[in-house]
C-alpha cells in the first residue's frame, strides 16, 4: 500500500513539473518497474471480498456482538459531547468524504445515490459483460460480474428512501417508532466516528477488518430498526428493513471493487493483457465521464 501511495505522489509531482524534469521521469520509471501485478493485486481484494460472503452469517451467530457491545459503550459515554451533536447537522457530507473512513459504510453512500452516476454505472456495467462473454476466461470475472450485474431495483430504492426520509425527517410531530428509529440512526451516526477515531489509534492498521467493522454496524443498525418496527407492529415499515439488511453485503462488495478499478486505472497495477486493458479503458471513460458530471454539478464531489 505504501508503494502504491509513493507512486501516486511521484505521478502529481510528474504532472506538476513536467515532463522535461529528468529525476521526476526517472523516479516515476523506476516506480511502473515495481508495481505489483494486476493478478496479485486481485487476488488479494478476491479473498477480502469474499470474506463478506461469511459476514452476515457471522454476525447473525454473534460472532461480533462484544465488538457491538464495546461500541455501544463507547457511544454511551460520549452520548452529551456537544461536538457529536453540531456533527449531526453536518453528517451528509461526512458520511460521504471516503478520506474520513478507513471503511466507508456502503448503506450510507448509496442512499439518495444520484441517478445520473447509477445511469453511468449501468452503462459501464453493459460493458464489462460483454468483455466476459468475449473470454470467459479473464481473472477478472468476478469483479466484472459483480459490477455488471449490480443494479438498485425500485423496491430497493423504495427502502433506501424511508431511510433518507428518516433521516430528513425534523423530531417534532413524529410518532414514538419515528422517534425511536431516529434515536438508532443518530446513534450509529457517532458510533461510527467514534470507531474511525479509535481505530486511527491503532498502531497498525488492518483496512480489511477495518471495513468488515464498518460493515457490521450497519447490519447492527438496521437490525435494530427492524426490531423496533416488529416491536411496534408495524410489519410494513419493517419489511423495508429487511430489503435494506440484504442490500448491505452486496454494496459493500461493489464499493470495494470500485477502490480496485480505480487503483486499476491510476496505472498502480502492472496489466498482464489486452483484455484487461480493455477493463482499465472502460473504467477510465467512466472516470472521465463522472468528472464531468462532478464539474456540472459540485454536489456530486461526494461521490468521487
Known amino acids: 500500500m505504501k508503494k502504491l501511495l509513493v507512486l501516486l505522489m511521484v505521478s502529481s509531482t510528474l504532472a506538476l513539473h513536467g515532463a522535461g524534469c529528468a529525476g521526476c521521469a526517472e523516479r516515476r520509471a ?28 457471522q454476525f447473525e451467530n454473534g460472532d461480533y456482538k462484544t465488538f457491538l457491545e464495546g461500541q455501544h459503550t463507547a457511544y454511551l459515554k460520549e452520548l452529551n459531547n456537544t461536538a457529536h451533536k ?16 478507513f471503511g466507508r459504510p456502503s448503506l450510507d453512500y448509496f442512499v439518495d445515490f444520484p441517478s445520473s452516476i447509477l445511469e453511468l454505472q449501468l452503462e459501464r456495467g453493459e460493458k464489462f459483460i460483454s468483455l466476459i462473454e468475449e473470454n ?19 423496491a430497493q430504492s423504495t427502502a433506501l428512501q424511508t431511510l433518507s426520509s428518516l433521516r ?9 417508532l419515528e422517534k425511536a428509529l431516529i434515536e438508532i440512526d443518530e446513534e450509529f451516526f457517532v458510533t461510527q466516528l467514534l470507531f474511525n477515531g479509535s481505530y ?10 477495518a471495513a468488515k467493522l464498518v460493515t457490521t454496524l450497519d447490519l447492527e443498525m438496521v437490525r435494530q430498526m427492524h426490531q423496533a418496527c416488529v416491536d411496534a407492529h408495524n410489519q410494513e415499515l419493517a419489511n423495508q428493513f429487511e430489503v435494506i439488511q440484504s442490500m448491505i453485503i452486496p454494496m459493500s462488495k461493489v464499493l470495494r471493487w470500485e477502490k480496485f478499478l480505480q ?35 459540485r454536489e456530486l464531489v461526494l461521490y468521487r
Open 263 to 297: 487503483m486499476l486505472a491510476s496505472e498502480c497495477y502492472k496489466l498482464p493483457g489486452k483484455h484487461e486493458k480493455n477493463v482499465v479503458e472502460i473504467q477510465k471513460q467512466y472516470m472521465q465521464q463522472k468528472s464531468r458530471l462532478i464539474r456540472q454539478n
Open 168 to 176: 430528513n425527517m425534523p423530531q417534532e410531530n413524529t410518532s414514538e
Open 136 to 154: 470467459t476466461e479473464t481473472f477478472f470475472e468476478p469483479l466484472l460480474t459483480c459490477l455488471g450485474t449490480f443494479k438498485i431495483s425500485e
Open 200 to 209: 486511527m489509534r491503532e498502531k497498525s492498521i488492518d483496512l480489511n477488518e
Open 30 to 57: 523506476k516506480m511502473m518497474a515495481n508495481r505489483p501485478t494486476a493478478a496479485k493485486a486481485f487476488r488479494k481484494y478476491l479473498e477480502e471480498i469474499s470474506e463478506l460472503d461469511h459476514l452476515l452469517d
Open 86 to 101: 453540531n456533527l449531526l447537522v453536518h453528517r451528509k457530507n461526512l458520511y460521504k468524504t471516503s478520506r474520513f473512513y
